[in-house]
């Protein structure tokens, strides 16, 4: 069944409005959505697409005329591929397919100004943004009207409870800048006010509803963060162990907004191509080091809500994890999986993880390496590492972020430096515990590395085959 339209409306005083409303519609949309731009001539239709354009592409000087002559605009500077069109000139439909436009094009953001003339060619899943002028009001002010059809229509109503937050934090007006989001369906923006920036995070509920494990979907199974709760927990408890996490200004966890401190973009990585730093890899494995020999809670408070329990890193959620090498990467390389193979497969598996974690917990932060690290060089000591990314975080084996910070899938990290960074992590464990033992460590080191490699063998093909993000195969030599 197609949903009733949704709508809201916005008062814009100027341009800086317009942009501010179109840069928090783009933290919402993505490759496929077709966003129309209707209203009178003058009525700033172009300007809102161009403000959406440069703010994707994060370039204000970006070049972006009005497409009326030309009928089509493409643009490849942003996350995605964006096709500004001006229908204006269109007196038959048909046109369309002269230019590109019928079918529109897959995996591409779409600006369409002058929707009217090809109303019928229109999706039904798309949003309208109707400008119209501010009787009586200044030159550059707008009322804007967004609604919603189809599939679009909880979009708009996410950008309403997105408006609604940023007004009552306080950050309504602050200057929108794009940041690069990750593998999840979460996005960000850095928002500058006159006291400093601040980062947002839109992190929607992460609704998966294919039950493929024991009755459980896979974010269940492998203890993936479902809604903003989890990182709101870790956060804290982080911070309260005496380690770099963002302090939290403001959050709606019903909606899963939130406004944190920013740590800034200069990571543990320097050069072209990127190398990592050696001093700010040691810093990080000393941080390791310092917070697996705490003992750690397995409940942390959460404000108005009942405590947070940290999920136990358990073999079933490992080898499901695993699986995925089976189901996306063995058929991109020509593999039939049989029901034998499978078979086998997990029987190995499950032999390997049942002794590997069979050796005390702690909290494993599952993506400790350099995109997630942030260096903190007006900081002391541990304090240098910032750590934003911590939401899945699980009670598993020490060694697990250990090869994730070492093993590192996205930069190449040589062997002398790996064996460095191991090397110094048993010696700060060793040096504070007289039982800690090597020989278990190293096993335990090895297995996690099979199994994380395995995993992101086919977290990778599945980027790439089913949500359109073919970059991240560059990294499937580095894993192999």
Not at 31 to 53: F, Y
Not at 212 to 241: C, M, T, W
Request: aromatic residues 8%; charged residues 25%; proline residues 6%.
């Amino acid at each position: 069944m197609t949903s009733q339209p949704s709508a809201i409306t916005v008062t814009l005083a100027n341009e800086i409005a317009t942009a501010q409303l179109m840069a928090d519609l783009a933290l919402l949309v993505g490759p496929g959505d077709v966003i129309t731009l209707s209203g009178d001539l003058g009525a700033g239709k172009t300007a809102a697409a161009r403000a959406m354009i440069r703010y994707l592409a994060s370039d204000d000087a970006l070049e972006v005329p009005s497409p009326t002559f030309t009928l089509a605009q493409s643009y490849e500077s942003g996350p995605f591929p964006i096709l500004h069109a001006d229908l204006y000139r269109i007196n038959d439909p048909r046109e369309l397919e002269e230019i590109g436009l019928s079918p529109l094009p897959d995996a591409t953001l779409m600006l369409i100004e002058w929707p009217e003339r090809a109303a019928n060619l229109m999706p039904a899943d798309r949003i309208d943004v109707a400008l119209h002028h501010v009787a009586d009001g200044e030159a550059d002010a707008r009322h804007a009207i967004i609604t919603g059809f189809g599939k679009a229509t909880g979009k708009v109503e996410r950008l309403g409870q997105l408006r609604r937050f940023l007004d009552d934090s306080g950050y309504l007006d602050a200057e929108r800048r794009r940041m690069a989001g990750d593998a999840s369906t979460r996005s960000y923006a850095r928002l500058q006010r006159r006291d400093g920036p601040a980062i947002l995070m839109n992190s929607p509920a992460r609704l998966d509803q294919a039950l493929i494990y024991n009755g459980k979907s896979y974010l269940a199974a492998v203890h993936l963060a479902e809604d903003i709760v989890p990182f709101v927990a870790i956060a804290e408890g982080l911070r309260q162990h005496g380690f770099s996490a963002p302090a939290i200004f403001h959050a709606d966890l019903d909606a899963g907004f939130l406004i944190s401190e920013d740590f800034g973009s200069e990571g543990v990585l320097e050069g072209s191509p990127p190398e990592p730093v050696v001093e700010r890899y040691e810093a990080a494995t000393d941080v390791l080091v310092h917070l697996h020999r705490q003992q750690l809670p397995e409940r942390l408070p959460v404000a108005g809500r009942a405590d947070y329990i940290i999920p136990a890193f358990d073999v079933d959620a490992m080898l499901i994890e695993v699986s995925l090498l089976l189901d996306w990467y063995l058929p991109d390389r020509g593999v039939a999986v049989t029901s034998a193979i499978r078979d086998d497969f997990n029987a190995m598996w499950r032999d390997l993880l049942t002794e590997a974690l069979d050796v005390p917990k702690t909290w494993v932060i599952r993506d400790y390496h350099s995109p997630n690290l942030i260096w903190l060089a007006q900081r002391q000591g541990l304090s240098r590492i910032g750590i934003i990314d911590f939401q899945d975080t699980v009670l598993g084996p020490c060694a697990y972020d250990v090869v994730s910070l070492a093993q590192d899938a996205r930069v190449d990290v040589s062997e002398r430096l790996e064996l460095a960074l191991v090397t110094r992590y048993v010696e700060g464990r060793r040096s504070a515990e007289a039982g800690f033992n090597v020989a278990e460590f190293a096993a335990l080191y090895a297995a996690m590395s099979a199994q994380r490699n395995t995993r992101l063998l086919g977290v990778f093909a599945r980027l790439n085959r089913r949500d359109g993000k073919p970059h991240y195969l560059r990294h499937q030599p580095r894993i192999w």
